[in-house]
Antibody
Framework: QVHLQESGPGLVKPSETLSLTCAVS?????????WGWVRQPPGKGLEWIGD???????NYNPSLKSRVIISVDKSKKYFSLKLTSVTAADTAVYYC???????????WGQGTTVTVSS | SYVLTQPPSVSVAPGQTARITCEGN??????VHWYQQKPGQAPVLVVY???DRPSGIPERFSGSNSGNTATLTISRVEAGDEADYYC???????????FGGGTKLTVL
């Protein structure tokens, strides 16, 4: 059974880069799935950030595209999120997830809280 | 970009049926997925491809999708069903996943 685990700093300063990693265990990263990131600001709804295929192909939320980079390391079985020039509006719980058919998010990590503050 | 609209809240008594709607332009042409999120927890997929259930999800959870409205139906509602529910589709025009704003289900 596939398990996902996010990791990274819980506090990031404004204007700096948020970096998170999602470790994939219990199954291959390089099968027919896309792997994505979703965030949830405090008290608000879910926002899809983007996704990546094991080949390195990506899709990004147009509203974040200029600041987001998602990458994958199949040999180490993880994929990563970088969000540049962060502001307080980027404070959220960040989830990584596996995307199944028709991009349903069928496996989720537990989420990691990132606060943007000086 | 594509917009999904959900009612902010739905209330239902235990044992009754809850219906949560998700409206979008010609949503009936898309595959709709539904997630349940309880406080402090990650979302859980409860219905995918309009009406299919992942293994482990009770038969009480069902879905439909036609025209401009998709609906998540929860039969014989239990106290443990109290949660936020989100619909989601893939927008092929902008190549992104879209979530509805979420609906808080309250079990009276």
């Amino acid at each position: 059974q596939v398990h996902l685990q996010e990791s990274g700093p819980g506090l990031v300063k404004p204007s700096e880069t948020l970096s998170l990693t999602c470790a994939v265990s219990g199954g291959p990263l390089s099968n027919n799935h896309w792997w994505g990131w979703v965030r949830q600001p405090p008290g608000k709804g879910l926002e899809w950030i983007g996704d990546i295929y094991h080949s390195g192909s990506t899709n990004y939320n147009p509203s974040l595209k200029s600041r987001v980079i998602i990458s994958v390391d199949k040999s180490k079985k993880y994929f990563s999120l970088k969000l540049t020039s962060v502001t307080a509006a980027d404070t959220a719980v960040y989830y990584c997830a596996r995307e199944g058919g028709a991009t349903r998010l069928d496996v989720w990590g537990q989420g990691t809280t990132v606060t943007v503050s000086s | 970009s594509y917009v999904l609209t959900q009612p902010p809240s739905v209330s239902v008594a235990p044992g009754q049926t809850a219906r949560i709607t998700c409206e979008g332009n010609n949503i009936g042409r898309k595959s709709v997925h539904w997630y349940q999120q309880k406080p402090g927890q990650a979302p859980v997929l409860v219905v995918y491809d309009d009406s299919d259930r992942p293994s482990g999800i009770p038969e009480r959870f069902s879905g439909s999708n036609s025209g401009n409205t998709a609906t998540l139906t929860i039969s014989r509602v239990e106290a443990g069903d109290e949660a936020d529910y989100y619909c989601q589709v893939w927008d092929g025009d902008s190549d992104q996943a879209i979530f509805g704003g979420g609906t808080k289900l309250t079990v009276l």
